[in-house]
């Protein structure tokens, strides 16, 4: 039921606002009761202010520590209205009315524990000390628990909603909105204490082990360890997690210091992402955004199941390679006709492995324009991240799979925090993000003799050395010309991984041979029937069953490609600049020798494996340079 | 500095070894001041207790709402020793002395709101919030801030550690001890308000959803969000992350509820694990776990980098794979030259894959015996995690690696959170854990006319599927004969997992092959390049480089294995009953076509696809039986 204000507790750090809201009330014959600094300003700007010490009749003691724990505020606080004990008790205790508002909040612990000099210094810890608050949490948690009757206003940014509030029920508070005050206030003083806690647990921990250290008896009783609280806000709730059985999903904002702020870094405009939709978003846009840092083009990228199928930047397109992704047709479509970087960017992150992304998840760096969204509207497609969307884009996009189509718009500003948390089986993991970007300078000089890095070889090293960043591992991945031309993801060994990424780029070459792109397709045979057409034509290894389903894709049986016409085309991707990175050392020189078998040319990896020198040597025989970064990057 | 412990305030919810304690400090001249229930348990065993509306000449009121809410309370708690002002401020208004201890607990607020029948009407709010205590908490956070004089007791497990401190210092609490505690009452506080906010959230949130339901006009301002805290509590420190640059890493268990119990699922019996290796060790655990569970026998599990490379049961060897696995070597270093259950399901998992298998983690779900350890002894690996050791096997296990071999013991009956939380990229995301467990049962009816299908393929599809489960998705496995033979992890494309999986059971196969077998390796030659070495033999497509260093290990140039004879060899895999389980539906027949290249003659998944029908179909056409089992098991 609404309950009419009468009287106000105010007592504030953060003082914003506060003025106004009090002028406000008084102006309604609110009485207002405040304390300290906060009854000063307040009197200053002629607002008529009761001191609570003159309603408790006890004045400040002990420097200020205790002011409001007292009967004279706590009974006027948590007495309930209507109930006939409780009023009998504030009348035969000369408690005076219950208070109806009650206005505080805290100033930030995080602040005071970070803000001391010498933070573990005795005097330090004092310092901070004196900064935890008493009074202030126990109005906040007395008001909210009774907010039956009080409502309590523990943040600026509540005061006008609080006034709309007053005004639309004639000078009294709505039980919903003193609800959802109270929530707020425990929210608050649990993000408080929490806070302390971290802090003070902490030290005490660093006590014990240096006490221990010097050869003190250890305290007796089992010691005190370091806890750490984790704050999530609600988002929104998930259909499932990473399978069906698996309900109560949900995605969190992280609520920062006792302020508890807490925005997503995207935002979604259109459909409803699922747990895999985000796992592939969030590591596809750090992926674009790495790119776009360490190389400063436009990149994309083509997620599935957590690894990218493809990766690339916004490079133009050579004659073979528009005529593998029919760019052509694609520029048709397009107003104007040209495909800008962007659109570039998709076309060939889509087209490293057209088969794996089917129904995959898409990032772009930069703004989505219509181009892009043009070329996007046709494929079998999750959803897409990036930083902005043209307006045309947007419409084009929201409205594919039925309007079901995931569009995300990335915060690329959004402030991220340091570390990272990851529950398992029962056990919380803690580590600090993994936000090292890789650049071309950052690659290193070669370990080998030949040959020459060219600009567009660092390019497409440091575009390997990130796409495998975002890789499960291990992983490797060979680049050429701009677009990552095979990924070898999740594998348990690296010599497994090299080879798989190998005969991904085999088949990406192969898809380039004239006979695949002469290939007499049936007209109106899908788009994805296609590309697995194509596939199935150049591994050459379907089973009898197959093939006549195959075939029914096809006007006239096709020619196929001979051993020797395979062969001599393989032999030619050998003069494409092939670059491999692998995200973590090659241990054994059999990661190299495999990798020779496509004829790469360069090389990039950690280093750091006692098998360095063995390493070197394999690529010195094969002709490769060979770069070591330094950074490894195992993901998962 | 210590302080004499003159007065104690004592006012506990959790009565265990109260009185005792306070016997104690009585009988040491020690004033007890307390409240309500405690103070007439105390006084009925004969304590001396003085009422706290005595010491603050003010009775409760509000049906207890306000007891401790009084200056004569929180002066004598917050007063700083020494500090004049402060006690002259205790002296002239008559607050009496410093209290020197608080004993004071909390009704665990979880189960209060659990506890409510019908948790969301109106009675049951109300009835939960009454529980909501503001005088508790208020003098442990006073006592706390204060502990510099103060010390706070908030558990019963705190006593004897108290008592004993308290002997150890004439009298006195240390200032250690006084700093440990403190911590522990702001770590209880932050988790009761924790748990307050996220009840009053989440009801406040369902509210203004109910409400806006209704057409009501929604709150004025931004409504409230549900929040939840997570809290963790340090275990130890790892030197990094995923990789060397993410420092700050660490391990933590979950505190649960107020009480904020928190224990690992594992012990550390010897050596350190990194980050990964305990991605490794929680997921292999788990999966060996639900192998005995739903398959009743010894199961075992080789991982590297969160995938199995093998995971098998204890099922006794072939003579083939004896002399493939080198199992009559072997048994000779084994006391009493028997294979336990258990060494034969490692040494299974271990030789499923052995190159991927080099310096793995190592799970097992039954006591590690001397056997097994004695076979996991020579080979290079990380660690490993068993429910437990005899002791002979841990001290063999632990002379591993100079000692630093990685000994984790599980906890089998450890309670495990219904929720796993991640943290990626800022934003944080929830699910229930993955908690079900495949067993013969769960994999239902053939959908397909033939073959029969066994107890023992029911076995191995049972295996299969599990072993899927702990798989980076997508994947797929085969298994045969009691142990996996091909795991394809971590790819885009479903029909890629296929053809990973089966070219890794091929390489299983041909290493049986009596070529293989006979290889003529010189005297001496490690137990990993022999492995490698056999790979190499096996896929013959190495380069002339690595041929001429691969014939190093040969005392002369083995004979190859022609064409004719690998294909004889390969078509007798499908006399193995080879098996097949995908972690999530096939969508289209090209993977069973795949599966059928090595003679697969039995597959589960979950179905559920709109292209069933076709993928049953081409089962039909090779003759395979396929099981649907209708829980997929993606796993990221």
Not at 337 to 348: C, D, Q, V
């Amino acid at each position: 039921a609404p309950v009419p204000v009468r009287r106000a507790l105010v007592s504030v750090f953060d003082k914003t606002g506060v003025l106004d809201l009090c002028r406000k009330l008084a102006s309604q014959g609110v009485e207002i009761l405040s304390t300290g600094g906060t009854a000063k300003s307040l009197r200053e700007a002629g607002v008529a202010v009761t001191d609570v010490s003159d309603v408790t009749d006890f004045p400040e003691i002990l420097d200020g520590r205790v002011k409001t724990l007292h009967p004279a505020i706590h009974g006027p606080l948590l007495a309930v209205r209507g109930n006939e004990a409780h009023e009998g008790d504030l009348k035969s205790h000369k408690l005076g009315a219950p208070i109806d508002v009650v206005v505080t909040n805290l100033y930030p612990f995080e602040k005071a524990a970070a803000g001391a000099e010498q933070p573990d210094s005795p005097e330090a810890a004092s310092e901070v000390i004196e900064n935890i608050d008493i009074g202030g949490p126990t109005m906040l948690r007395a008001a909210a628990k009774n907010h039956a009757g009080v409502a309590v206003l523990s943040s600026p940014e509540q005061y006008d909603a609080f006034l709309a509030d007053v005004r639309s029920n004639d000078g009294s508070t709505s039980a919903g909105m003193r609800r959802s005050l109270a929530a707020q206030a425990f929210a608050l003083s649990a993000r408080y204490d929490a806070a302390v806690a971290q802090w003070m647990t902490r030290l005490a921990s660093d006590d014990a082990a240096a006490a221990e250290a010097d050869g003190a008896a250890p305290l007796p009783g089992a010691p005190v360890r370091p806890v750490v609280f984790r704050s999530y806000v609600h988002h929104s709730n998930l259909k499932y997690g990473n399978n069906p059985h698996q309900g109560n999903a949900g995605v969190f904002a992280l609520a920062k210091g006792t302020a508890g702020d807490a925005a997503l870094p995207f935002e979604v405009l259109n459909g409803s992402p699922g747990y895999i939709n985000l796992l592939d978003a969030l590591n596809s846009w750090q992926l674009v955004r790495e790119l776009r840092e360490g190389l400063g083009q436009a990149a994309a990228a083509s997620f599935k199941h957590v690894s990218p199928a493809g990766a690339a930047l916004g490079v133009p397109l050579s004659d073979q390679l528009a005529a593998a992704y029919d760019a052509s047709a694609i520029a048709k479509r397009v107003p104007g006709g040209a495909l800008t970087p962007a659109a570039l960017a998709y076309l060939r992150a889509r087209n490293a492995d057209p088969l794996c992304s089917f129904g995959d998840f898409v990032a772009l760096s930069d703004v989505v324009d219509e181009a892009t969204a043009l070329i996007i509207k046709p494929e079998v497609s999750d959803g897409i991240i990036a930083p902005g969307y043209e307006p045309e884009a947007l419409k084009i996009l929201s409205a594919k799979k039925k309007g079901g189509f995931i569009v995300l718009q990335a915060d690329p500003d959004a402030e991220l925090p340091a570390d990272e948390w990851r529950e398992l089986h029962g056990v919380a993991l803690r580590q600090r993000r993994n936000t090292f970007v890789y650049t071309p300078e950052s690659l290193g000089k070669p370990e080998t003799s030949s040959p020459e890095v060219s600009e567009a070889v660092r390019r497409d090293l440091t575009l390997a050395a990130t796409t495998v960043k975002y890789t499960q591992s291990n992983s490797v991945g060979f680049a050429a010309g701009g677009q990552m031309i095979g990924i070898g993801a999740g594998q348990q060994s690296r010599v497994d991984c090299v080879k798989l990424a190998a005969r991904k780029a085999q088949t990406w070459w192969m898809r380039q041979h004239h006979k695949v792109l002469e290939l007499p397709f049936k007209a109106g045979t899908k788009r994805q029937t296609r590309v697995n057409a194509r596939v199935q034509f150049i591994e050459g290894t379907i089973t009898e069953a197959e093939h006549a389903a195959w075939l029914k894709s096809f006007d006239e049986e096709p020619a196929p490609i001979s051993a020797e016409e395979r062969e001599a085309w393989l032999a030619a991707l050998a003069e494409e600049q092939v670059c491999l990175a692998s995200d973590a050392f090659f241990p054994f020189r059999d990661g190299i020798d495999a990798a020779s078998t496509i004829g790469t040319k360069f090389v990039t990896q950690p280093g750091g494996s006692i098998g360095d020198a063995a390493v070197i040597e394999a690529a010195e025989e094969y002709g490769m340079a060979m770069l070591f970064h330094g950074m490894r990057s195992f993901h998962h």
